[in-house]
Antibody, heavy 125, light 109 residues
Framework: QVQLVESGGGVVQPGRSLRLSCAASGFTFSNNIMHWVRQAPGKGLEWVAVISDDGRNKYYADSVKGRFTMSRDNSKNTLYLQMNSLRVEDTAVYYC??????????????????WGQGTLVTVSS | EMVMTQSPATLSVSPGERATLSCRASQSVSSNLAWYQQRPGQAPRLLIYDASTRATDIPARFSGSGSGTEFSLTISSLQSEDFAVYYCQQYNTWPPALTFGGGTKVEIK
């Protein structure tokens, strides 16, 4: 069955960096567009970034553009999110999510059919 | 920026009753709208995509409708496991700027 397992969360000071990982199994990882979505404590969902199946193309939410970098290693079935210059407002549970995949990357028709359990990132001094 | 507005914020319903949740887009998203359910302490689960298509293994009591700027999710007869928060999400913008509504909490009356 499809499994997505995030890791790498923790407590970090503002301005510092953190790298999240998401280990995928149960499907052909290299065939799927993947996303990061976050949820601040007690708040709603916010899409963070998307990466194409081959890793060549990425898009980011304005709130993280220039600070976060998404990447993937298809040989390791692993997704990454490098988070630099962290801010207090980046505090959230970060989910990796698989795109449902019915549409081409360039369509922008993205929905999320499988989610990991999430990893909590707390940015605090 | 595409803004998604869900109403009501909280819906109190008795088990077995019907629940209708609303989602409004600030501009047309055609039928590019999805609904998710999030139970406490769990990740979201995809219920509906393309405004009205049920995702895999989603019970028939969940149905979606609408297009353009007005959408609804109906749960025909609420079961205990349906008490949760529901989010709508649009995917009609390019470059991608996916946005979610603020959520509707369905609670036991």
């Amino acid at each position: 069955q499809v499994q997505l397992v995030e890791s790498g969360g923790g407590v970090v000071q503002p301005g510092r960096s953190l790298r999240l990982s998401c280990a995928a199994s149960g499907f052909t990882f290299s065939n799927n567009i993947m996303h990061w979505v976050r949820q601040a404590p007690g708040k709603g969902l916010e899409w963070v970034a998307v990466i194409s199946d081959d890793g060549r193309n990425k898009y980011y939410a304005d709130s993280v553009k220039g600070r976060f970098t998404m990447s993937r290693d298809n040989s390791k079935n692993t997704l990454y999110l490098q988070m630099n210059s962290l801010r207090v407002e980046d505090t959230a549970v970060y989910y990796c999510a698989r795109d449902r995949g019915d549409y081409d990357f360039w369509s922008g028709y993205y929905t999320f059919d499988y989610w990991g359990q999430g990893t909590l990132v707390t940015v605090s001094s | 920026e595409m803004v998604m507005t869900q109403s009501p914020a909280t819906l109190s319903v008795s088990p077995g009753e019907r629940a209708t949740l609303s989602c409004r887009a600030s501009q047309s998203v055609s039928s590019n709208l999805a609904w998710y359910q999030q139970r406490p302490g769990q990740a979201p689960r995809l219920l509906i995509y393309d405004a009205s298509t049920r995702a895999t293994d989603i019970p028939a009591r969940f149905s979606g409708s609408g297009s353009g700027t007005e959408f609804s999710l109906t749960i025909s007869s609420l079961q205990s496991e349906d008490f949760a928060v529901y989010y709508c999400q649009q995917y009609n913008t390019w470059p991608p700027a996916l946005t979610f509504g603020g959520g509707t909490k369905v609670e036991i009356k």
